[in-house]
């Protein structure tokens, strides 16, 4: 893109129903947007406002991008009565991506809770486009319920690849759920990777990374190992608005990608 402060156009080219309230739209904007995974656009709904997101699809691919957003709002109500064939605005990439080159050669773990897998996605894809620069892939996700699982319909392919491991909990199941029955720290037990080594990313609600970060701290995670994705209370993408300041942070400027180590002296970073 040229410049990143001027929306382009992007037509919804399809949707794909999540859960109840989070929807997948599928974008085809006018020109690439060279977003790398765990950066962020800013998605311009024209008459309702504009509102931050992180893309959810491969950044290997550019031609289309897609974003995974829960109806939480006026802009989000309003993009959900969007249909295919509409259009949007996108500008950016904004923000700090993972730091890829960091993870090569060693485990990583990714712990998401919610729509926060969406986010996680990307960097999941990107990952395993280049599997061979990385060791074993262990991804722990949990949802309210079966039915609140996003990507339900993808957890299978992705369970079949090389080098992955993943598990799944609820913290209400159905008569249909086999698996575990807890809050997504009860995947955590027993962590089958070399703690001291390998790499950590969170993403989710406040309170879920809250208590996954301790509880990779307790298992042996170094804080400059444990990545998290701080972008709940991001607004304008561009550090003006002063929403999302977080200690000395602006996490749309110097994040949303931050280390525990950069936010562990800031009194509740996840307030």
């Known amino acids: 893109m ?8 992007a037509e919804i080219i399809k949707t794909i129903d999540e859960t109840p309230n989070i929807r997948t739209f599928v974008l085809r904007p006018e020109q690439e947007v060279p977003f790398l995974a765990g950066q962020f656009i800013e998605l311009t709904m024209p008459g309702y406002g504009e509102a931050p997101f992180t ?9 289309i991008i897609e974003m995974t957003i829960m109806k939480v709002g006026r802009a ?17 990439p904004y923000g700090a991506r993972y730091p890829l080159e960091k993870f090569e050669g060693r485990d990583i773990y990714i712990v998401g809770g919610g729509v926060g ?12 486009h280049e599997i061979d620069k990385y060791g074993r892939i262990f991804l722990r996700y949990g949802a309210r319920t079966p039915d609140d699982i996003v990507y339900k319909y993808l957890i299978p392919e992705w369970e079949k690849m090389k080098k992955v ?29 070399d703690e001291a080594k390998s790499i950590a990313v969170v993403c989710g609600p406040p309170i879920m990374m809250k208590f996954v ?59």
């Open 2 to 9: 040229g410049n990143i402060f001027q929306p382009i156009s």
């Open 117 to 128: 897998l969406a986010p996680l996605r990307a960097l999941f894809l990107a990952l395993t």
């Open 213 to 271: 970060t301790m509880k990779l701290l307790e298992a042996g995670f170094k804080g400059e190992h444990i990545y998290l994705s701080m972008e709940t209370n991001m607004s304008c993408g561009l550090g003006h608005c002063g929403h999302c300041k977080l200690g000395p942070y602006f996490t749309c400027k110097d994040g949303p990608v931050l280390t525990w180590d950069q936010v562990k002296d800031i009194p509740d970073p996840f307030v």
């Open 165 to 193: 491991d993943i598990d799944l909990s609820v913290d209400v199941r159905d008569e249909r759920w086999m698996k575990k029955v807890g809050v997504v720290t009860c995947l955590m037990d027993e962590i089958p990777c």
């Open 76 to 92: 989000t109500g309003a993009l959900f009565d969007f249909k295919v064939g509409d259009t949007v605005g996108i500008r950016g």
């Open 55 to 63: 893309p959810s699809s491969s950044h290997f691919k550019r031609d």
